[in-house]
């Protein structure tokens, strides 16, 4: 019986070191579904994992020489995602954390902001593999520490629910920044994507959410004073705070009579908008 599973691991070493001389790695998915000459060795190397106490110290290390990170403490995709950031970094050159990933392939932007995003929970491991890529834990603090850097559109969206839960609109200025986050770029950017693409995105939806009128087809200055001029009248929430530069009331009150003076020239329903807050008690 020893004889036999011997021969079977030999066999499937023999699978794995083909495989590595191919692809340089062992990062192969339980259901990766290569089959070659009817061998399953994503099956047999999650089996491999799955029961790694029972190898012996020569097999074990015979997949070690093959693949140092054959059997990681972490997900297998995560490995197998690395192998193809170093791939890249082979041939372009280390990332770096001070240029915001410029220039890098779109999935590689998006792979490494989520390591950077969660780098303190990762395994020691994968913080020197991402090392190895160039991203070091000096490099992350670079990416953090530059004002106005690009996030994910998670954080994105986590700053712009804070900016509306305290100022009761999204209608910001474009060179706004909250908290070192470029707030009014981001929002300028899903705006215009909003507007090439003729219909409202996924993301578009969750703004709305926030605050319906996030992506006026007139300047968000006017939206802006639109909201300054409704709190005025109404009175301002006790949950909200003014932002900066909001204008007074007697600004916002000369705004209005502004609006119903010309309001033939305005669109459709920047009338509709005019006309609520002159229904408004005063």
Not at 183 to 188: D, Q
């Amino acid at each position: 019986m020893e004889q036999r599973h011997a021969q079977l691991f030999a066999e499937g070493l023999e699978q794995a070191r083909l495989h590595v001389e191919r692809f340089g790695h062992l990062a192969v998915a339980h259901t990766d579904g290569r089959v070659q000459e009817g061998f399953d060795l994503g099956r047999w190397l999650a089996n491999r994992r799955a029961d790694a106490a029972s190898l012996t110290r020569k097999q074990a290390e015979q997949l070690r020489r093959l693949d140092a990170w054959w059997n990681p403490p972490w997900p297998v995709d995560w490995q197998r995602a690395w192998y193809r950031a170093r791939a890249h970094v082979h041939e372009q050159g280390p990332v770096h954390g001070g240029d915001n990933l410029t220039g890098l392939p779109r999935w590689l932007q998006r792979w490494l902001r989520h390591q950077i995003t969660h780098y303190e929970q990762l395994h020691e491991g994968q913080q020197m593999l991402l090392a190895e890529l160039g991203l070091t834990t000096s490099e992350v603090e670079r990416f953090h520490a530059w004002p106005g850097r690009r996030r994910p559109t998670a954080d994105g969206l986590t700053v712009a629910r804070a900016y509306a839960a305290r100022h009761g609109h999204l209608a910001v200025s474009r060179p706004l920044i909250v908290d070192g986050f470029a707030l009014g770029t981001w929002l300028s950017n899903q705006r215009q994507r909003q507007r090439s693409l003729g219909r409202p995105t996924r993301l578009g939806h969750h703004l709305t959410a926030l605050d319906a009128w996030w992506n006026p087809p007139w300047p968000v200055a006017w939206q802006r004073m639109w909201w300054a001029c409704r709190y005025h009248l109404t009175g301002l929430p006790d949950s909200l705070e003014w932002w900066a530069a909001a204008p007074n009331d007697q600004h916002a009150a000369a705004w209005l009579r502004e609006q119903s003076a010309r309001r033939p020239l305005l669109q459709p329903r920047q009338q509709s908008l005019v006309d609520e807050l002159l229904s408004l008690p005063r």
